[in-house]
């Protein structure tokens, strides 16, 4: 028995050439045509992997022939670079995928969604078979255990998801937080929708054109505030995303410290992602109010990402363990398939019709 | 007899330190966990030491600065195993074991475990007095260690230089509910305290009184300030380790005197 990946990814392929490969097969067609016993086809925007399993076996060619569409199949002198892992390569290869140890963001989660639904979509075409199964079942085991025993998916590394996190890092819950949107620009957009998807329903909106700003309201599920009246709600809102074309700073110090007074008990997180900045940079010095600009917010993204590859040695540690411990699993469960035929206990069955 | 149970306590604290900061070596900061089952394990152990030390004096184990150090780091433990998992501040076990160990550690080393010379009768208003004010300076150790926590998260947010630890402390704002919810429950057990201490039926050194009811002055203008809204939340927590601090010292003072001036 043969187990093997073939694939390209963002390692080792552009996404002009990784799109000539995604979206032309399924899982059921390689296994037609591909002489598998069992294949599972897993596509994402930055890989298209098959995992098969064959009684002999079958060459690397006949796999990308069934990934390129009837149009490109012609071409001649084009070597894709594919790549091929077999046996415990291939177990290890896909525990990291599905751990996102080999995603292009360390640590993403995607991927593992995206793993399981691949798995579903063969599952329900016929073309998983019992060894398929339980290597995905042990690969969404081992991503779990990755993502429980260590900070491989810790902290935030994009604009948006950095404000949401620290937001909760400082307010806990934020279905009881304010929030004010100063511009209406597409980045307050995300980054007000990235507030709304973690629970905020307290949310205002306020631009210099004030259509825009309904506009924007409306979209995101707040209400519009007129753009004279944004000072005055810093003593009510938690927390200030602004991203105002502003050439000089909004929010000063001197304009803060009246209303700070007002509201001690309460800190005020000020997300600046304007540039040139809408905040003095010296209100950071007061006291309860944190201000992040947008360098600030890219350094937590990056040291969020350093923290992320701290861990992968961790992480593939584990991996190591479980890859040893599934060899191990399957050629035990090979060497009772070739033993005399006995009655069969409960729970083998499975396996020794598969031939494993 | 009873010591070994206070030397495995010990035991049990100091593996939970070994633990976080095996953990937070390797980066790998999750010791929440095993931090409250070691802690947990330790206080059964102190709780046996101080329940056999108890029966041999016939009355609560609070007779020398030995038996206050294992009664007040009985207490910490005891206020973090009812906090830490009601308001998910389990990480403050991390911080707990520390305070703890090294109250018991020193409790252990100094040789302070000096047996009175006459045999001390039972008072229970001065029993009840002596260990509801050394709970109380429980509750105020764990304010004071949140306070610490706080202090750390907001460092962090301030400089914009976060951590792995960053990620498992709890929340700003969670953890000064906390911080007010210890302050009120230690102030309420020390009142009730002080209050005691006047029922004992012993006339009590000045000096004594004075600092106690100092102390208690303190966490009242700190809670009063807050309550008005004078002080910010990153000034209660400072204040909460410069009270603890005092509280220890007050502490320390009133088990020196009473061992030079024993209520009999």
Known sequence: MNFFCIGLSHHTANVATREQFAGNATAELIVRKGA??????????????????????????????????????????????????????????????????????????????????????????????????????????????????????????SVGSVAVELAQRIFGKLSRCKVLVLGAGETSERTARAFVSRGVTDLRVSNRSFDRACELAQAVGGHAVPFDDWTTQCREIDILLTSTASETALLTPEILAPMLRERLDRPLFIIDIAVPRDVDSDVNEMEGVYLYDIDSIRSVAEQSLAMRRQQVAAAEAIISDHVTDFIDSISRGLSRAAQPAKQPSLGETSLRTSGL | ??????????????????????????????????NFFAIGLGFLFQTAFLSVRGHELGRCPITNLFEVFVFLAWSVALIYLLVGPAYRLSLMGAFTAPVVLLLQGLALIAPIDVRHPVQLTANSWL??????????????????????????????????????????????????????????????????????????????????????????????????????????????????????????????????????????
């Open chain 2, 1 to 34: 007899m009873d010591r070994y149970f206070l030397i495995i306590s010990t035991v049990c604290f100091l593996t939970a330190v070994v633990h976080t900061v095996v953990e937070f070596r390797a980066k790998v900061f999750r010791p929440w966990r095993f």
């Open chain 2, 127 to 264: 029993e009840f007095h002596a260990s509801i004010s050394l709970i109380a300076y429980g509750a105020f150790a764990l304010a004071c260690i949140a306070g610490v926590m706080y202090l750390l998260q907001e460092r962090q947010l301030k400089t914009h230089q976060l951590h792995s630890i960053f990620y498992h402390l709890p929340p700003l704002t969670n953890l000064f509910a906390a911080i007010t919810r210890l302050l009120w429950l230690g102030f309420a057990l020390y009142t009730l305290g002080i209050a005691s201490g006047f029922l004992t039926g012993h006339p009590l050194p000045r000096t004594q009184v004075v600092a106690a009811v100092a102390l208690w002055l303190l966490y009242a203008a700190i809670l009063q300030a807050w309550h008005l809204k004078w002080l910010a939340p990153k000034r209660v927590a400072a204040l909460c380790i410069l009270g603890f601090s005092a509280a220890l010292a007050l502490l320390w003072g009133i088990t020196f005197t009473a061992q030079l001036n024993p209520i009999p």
């Open chain 1, 36 to 157: 598998c016993c069992e294949a599972l086809l897993l596509t994402t925007c930055n890989r298209v992997e098959v995992y098969a399993v064959s009684n002999k076996r079958v060459s690397t060619d006949e796999i990308t022939r069934c990934l390129v569409s009837e149009t490109r199949r012609n071409l001649r002198n084009y070597a894709p670079p594919f790549y091929r892992y077999e046996d415990d390569r291939c177990v290890q290869h896909l525990f990291r995928v599905a751990s996102g140890l080999d995603s292009m963001v360390v640590g993403e989660s995607e991927i593992l969604g995206q793993a399981k639904k691949a798995y579903e979509s063969a599952r329900t075409s016929g073309a998983v078979g019992p060894f398929l199964h339980r290597l995905f079942q042990r690969a969404f085991r081992v991503a779990k255990q990755v993502r429980t025993h260590t900070d491989i998916a810790r902290g935030a590394v």
